[in-house]
């Protein structure tokens, strides 16, 4: 059988992928050099779409790392000398800071229970932290920060680098990087590939930074794929080290699928889907809405409490050839999880309602 | 034109590759949850296979990275309290030497020209180093290190760990890991898969060495892919952050294959097909090898002086379909790199020395 996914992440796979992966096997572009002007058109190309699609200035660069995870740590190497300060409330943004602990920064953080979502008035930052670490869409419980509150706290921090973990939104959040130093997404969440790839969207006042800190002598900034290097192997449309090219391939392919729709129709589209979800879900006895607070409702991971047991639900849909995600952690048994990115048209997320409300 | 390529990684794909990825989208396997059954299955026949091929013993772990460069960081930061050693000889060797210097271990080199390779009774080991860092094949100059000087180094060193890049050579080299402590390789090598995934094996040694590092306050083992973690994850085969699944799945795969053709009979004819290209290389005039000594002659990537220059011989091989690789660094104008990986028939080898002999 083939199935529809609503996974968030893994997910769908977007429509035009594997005539994507085709015609990199039969333009032998696996095997082409990763220093020959054939991968540094490639390269380019990508980061061209993806300037595009999520309207990155000159002032940042746009670097492929093994996955988003990585990113994390290479902020907390090159960005932070001392403190960070995180707004937790997911699996996702807890990690960004135990990954600061890991790596001996003094880590500040304000923590919230899954499901609820943070406004930019009421985060206290410490005067000392140098990095505030925001999530933008907590993939665990379904939270969304609004893009306001985002930019509002640069506002008020201005000397204070603001990170922005859109790993399960991007191109959903429309930042403005004038006011977001740096921030990274992972390539199999909306943009519907295969896992792999990391990107990373970082700043010149980030890199200045990580050169500063890189000459001091009690800490590193990290060997692989630190910022200074990264950036310099950019300038030319080249990586450190052997790319993950398929992947970069296929994501500016993808990309450029998405630049042709229109970024601003896909957003559109995003909360027009997002509308129905949410609707069905209040509308609906046997499900609710996780997040209650409606400005914090994620608009491309919708988490829904099931009156059933979610195994059924998900049994259920299975059986109809519909895939949807578990509940994370303590709410696996009572929650699902349906993805809403730009693979998934408006017809499939119905088909999903109409299933939902016939179980 | 369709090209045959003799590039030293990004390489020719392997003849099954694309089966194998075709097989991969029947079966949806990019939407598929990296916590679920299917993918647990998935890496388990990968890691298994790779074991059967490599006769990696249960002492030892196999985990997935974002590229080889990754592993020299992971090595250093949870195998090095202060020092390390490098036998350096090019350019990959540097870089892992490299590495230590900006992770600020005290780090230690012998260091030869390219093209020239290392016995084991010549390396005079530090008494403070902790790891050996030996590389079996250098890509750039096309040297390699005889299996059993590194394994008298290791019998000459009980007590410090041996690590192998083997990068451009693995599955060619029958590495003892009673021996062996950590080796590491990637997939755009002789696997013949696109680049974009590393191949990290470690034993329990290293394992038990990064627990005790990581309970020191004046050092960190890194937050991302730290070596317990990844332990910890891969003993339910599984991985810490969402992996690279198409390159895990058809690695695992093409890694079937070989173990179907046999790893001695890829061996020999990787020994047969070199014994070609050398004797092709000593008896014309206007090529030669670049290195030297038989015995450091890399069997997997063939470094070859060129009489003209050697991006004639280049465009010349690409006008008829055969792309080889240009010399490294200072050695671009003067000098050509023939790959010899398993996807890489005898007939092929044939094809391109007739070319070159006509030139």
Redesign the interface.
């Known amino acids: 059988m083939?199935?529809t996914?609503f996974?968030p992440?893994?997910?769908?796979?977007y429509p035009t992928?594997?005539q994507h992966?085709h015609s990199f096997?039969e333009q032998?572009?696996?095997?082409?050099?990763?220093r020959s002007q054939t991968y540094r058109d490639l390269h380019r190309f990508t980061v061209e779409q993806l300037r595009t699609l999520l309207n990155i200035p000159d002032t940042h660069q746009v670097f492929f790392?093994?996955?988003?995870?990585?990113a994390?740590?290479r902020i907390?190497l090159n960005c932070v000398e001392h403190e960070s300060f995180h707004a937790v409330n997911g699996s996702f943004s807890k990690k960004f800071y135990?990954?600061?602990q890991?790596?001996?920064k003094f880590a500040h953080k304000v923590e919230k229970p899954l499901g609820e979502g943070f406004d930019a008035t009421e985060l206290e930052v410490p005067d000392y932290a140098e990095v505030i670490a925001l999530t933008h869409n907590e993939t665990s419980g379904g939270v969304q920060m609004r893009v306001s509150d985002i930019h509002k706290l640069k506002r008020s921090h201005p000397g204070k680098f603001v990170a922005v973990d859109m790993v399960s939104s991007a191109p959903y959040p429309d930042l403005d990087f004038k006011l977001v130093d740096t921030a990274f997404f992972?390539v199999?969440k909306a943009f519907g590939?295969?896992?792999?790839?990391g990107v990373w969207i970082v700043s010149e006042k980030c890199l200045e930074k990580a050169q500063r800190l890189r000459k001091y002598?009690n800490l590193?900034?990290?060997?692989?794929?630190?910022l200074p290097t990264l950036w310099k192997f950019a300038q030319t449309n080249e990586t450190?080290?052997?790319?993950?090219?398929?992947?970069i391939y296929t994501l500016g392919k993808v990309a450029e699928d998405m630049n042709r729709v229109g970024v601003d129709t896909i957003r559109k589209e995003t909360e027009h889907k997002a509308k129905l979800l949410y609707k069905f879900l209040e509308q609906h006895d046997a499900y609710a809405p996780f997040v209650q607070e409606a400005r914090h409702r994620s608009q491309t991971v919708v988490v829904a409490n099931t009156a059933q047991p979610s195994a059924e639900v998900i049994q259920a849909l299975k059986a109809q050839g519909l895939?949807v995600?578990s509940g994370y952690g303590d709410f696996k048994a009572s929650q699902i999880r349906i993805a809403n990115f730009p693979a998934t048209s408006t017809e499939q997320i119905e088909a999903l309602l109409h299933a939902l409300g016939t179980l």
């Open positions: 083939q199935y996914f996974t992440g893994p997910a769908a796979l992928f594997a992966v096997l032998q572009l696996g095997s082409v050099s990763h790392l093994g996955s988003a995870s990585e994390w740590e907390l135990q990954y600061a890991a790596l001996h992972s199999q590939l295969p896992a792999g790839l002598d590193t900034i990290g060997a692989h794929h630190d450190p080290s052997t790319p993950n090219v398929m992947g895939v995600g």
